[in-house]
């Protein structure tokens, strides 16, 4: 194909992927809870969430690196089934939908959860708690998973002018995709943990994260030719790949996205914002 399909082109700038890579894999440290995980400073190489475009075509972002200067703290697990409901029946968070209201066990994780759901219960905690909670961005989310975080990675096409070369290469992508583990939620620990006691970052339950979905034109080398166009409507969720979902969508497999393998589960985790950094 040598012209460019421009409606196959901007449906398919969604399906950037990238691979993450941690410079360091994070280590943690005892607090006063046993489910929060302290993620030490360090450095981050890693491809960043969004969709890139070159000449209009979809291309690969080029890898970042970041610094963290500071320690931050982040849940081991994800939010519980019977946790959620504690906020619900605080009047705190809505129900979950009809399929899984019934779910309230305390050692499997919560799913069927929104962004907003996922801030709503952040918000709540803070209050129980005394301290700030908050959705990861997914920068954090990538360096707490440490060497757990294994993203699947597109190569670009050798031919700029053939954007087909790429559409083949996300097909073959998608369909691995969908040979994954079943969708039904498992008890905590299921799929392991890292160095720092953090666990199930690639199961079956992907996590929301604060990072608004963007879409960049970028130039030869990968830099931004304008700022990048920000949707907050729709946010980052982090797992086995990443993922845009609008943030109201509490089932991934529902239509929630357009192109790709969506999620096998929506569920979340939080930071714990020190109390010295005003919250």
Not at 119 to 132: F, I, L, M, N, R
Request: with cysteine; net charge neutral; hydrophobic share 35%.
């Amino acid at each position: 194909m040598k012209k460019p399909n421009r409606i196959a082109a901007f449906v398919l700038t969604t399906l950037i992927a990238g691979c993450g890579m941690v410079s360091e894999e994070p280590k943690s440290a005892k607090t006063d809870q046993d489910d929060i995980a302290l993620i030490k400073a360090g450095e981050l190489s890693y491809f960043p969430a969004g969709d890139f475009l070159r000449n209009g075509n979809p291309v690969s972002p080029a890898m970042t690196t970041l610094r963290f200067d500071r320690d931050f703290e982040i849940m081991k697990r994800q939010v519980s089934q019977a946790e959620y409901q504690q906020c619900v029946l605080a009047g705190a968070c809505k129900k979950l939908d009809k399929a899984q209201r019934g779910a309230v066990a305390p050692n499997l994780p919560a799913v069927g959860i929104s962004w907003r759901d996922a801030t709503d219960y952040a918000a709540w905690y803070s209050a129980v708690k005394g301290y700030t909670y908050r959705l990861p961005t997914y920068a954090e989310w990538v360096y707490a998973a440490g060497s757990m975080y294994k993203e699947d990675v597109i190569v670009d096409s050798s031919d700029p002018g053939d954007p087909a070369q790429r559409w083949l290469m996300e097909y073959k992508l998608e369909t691995q995709r969908k040979s994954t583990v079943d969708g039904t939620p498992r008890p905590f620990g299921s799929f392991g943990s890292n160095a720092a006691g953090v666990s199930d970052m690639v199961g079956n339950v992907w996590d929301w994260t604060d990072t608004c979905h963007t879409r960049q034109h970028v130039d030869q080398n990968g830099a931004g030719l304008l700022p990048p166009a920000e949707n907050c409507g729709i946010r980052a969720v982090a797992g086995r790949h990443r993922s845009y979902i609008s943030d109201f969508i509490r089932d991934p497999k529902g239509g929630a996205c357009s192109v790709g393998v969506p999620p096998s589960n929506l569920g979340f985790r939080l930071v714990r914002v020190p109390a010295f950094s005003g919250g």
